[in-house]
């Protein structure tokens, strides 16, 4: 007989790819790399900083997803007061995801090769648009329908957006005879507008 049902359930909200992700930095120099705004949108324009750079130095920056396409690049920049900064207009074609925005640095070795060091790196996301979702009931029991509410909105400003479709997942974890199984449902909503809400039953 199922003797429990773990209180963590995990959902997954399946549409325009879009992540959270942290940034890393790399290299002995202090290489500030900032955004503005912090989550971009095809279409739309954002703004690339670099802070901390040496007057001497020749530098190159670019934007990749994490396949390690580069959708933006600057070659052979260069700064007379350690800052640079570039406006990247984001193609309404380029995909939604986990991307980073890096700066190079020219290098020489003694050998006279050349090769581009990367100062520093930070990571953000394009998305069409903001999702949250959030559990009506925090507990859920054998036999009991979970109930989740959702809203679509702009990254930027909040205002409620609309979507032709999104696809749901939800994943859990049930102990049955002390043997645990995790189980998933999934389904589909159509035509949404803002706020949304789906459910799926526990056996």
């Known amino acids: 007989m199922r003797t429990r049902i773990f209180a963590a359930i995990l959902l997954c909200l399946l549409m325009l790819p879009f992540a959270a992700h942290n940034s890393e930095a790399a290299g002995g120099r ?7 705004p912090e989550v971009g949108i095809p279409g739309e324009m954002i703004t690339i900083s670099a802070t901390g750079l040496d007057e001497d130095e020749v530098y190159e920056v670019w934007a990749e997803d ?6 933006f690049e600057r070659h052979n920049q260069t700064t007379s007061d350690g800052d640079i900064s570039w406006n990247w207009a984001i193609s ?3 995909p939604t995801g986990e991307y980073d925005v890096c700066v190079g640095v020219h290098y020489t070795y003694s050998d006279n090769s050349t090769a581009i060091l990367t100062e520093s790196c930070v990571g953000f996301d394009i998305r069409a648009r903001q999702v949250n979702i959030a559990l009506r009931n925090e ?3 054998p036999g009991s329908t979970v109930v989740v509410d959702g809203l679509l909105s702009h990254p930027w400003t909040g205002a409620p957006m609309n979507a032709p479709r999104v696809e749901w997942l939800a994943l859990y974890i049930i102990e049955e005879d002390g043997v645990q199984e995790l189980r998933d449902q999934r389904s589909a909503l159509v035509e949404v507008t803002g706020t949304f809400d789906f459910f799926f039953d526990i056996p």
């Open 139 to 141: 507990v859920a029991l």
């Open 30 to 36: 202090w290489v500030t790399v900032d955004i503005d």
């Open 66 to 71: 994490d396949e390690g396409q580069r959708r």
């Open 92 to 94: 309404i074609a380029t």
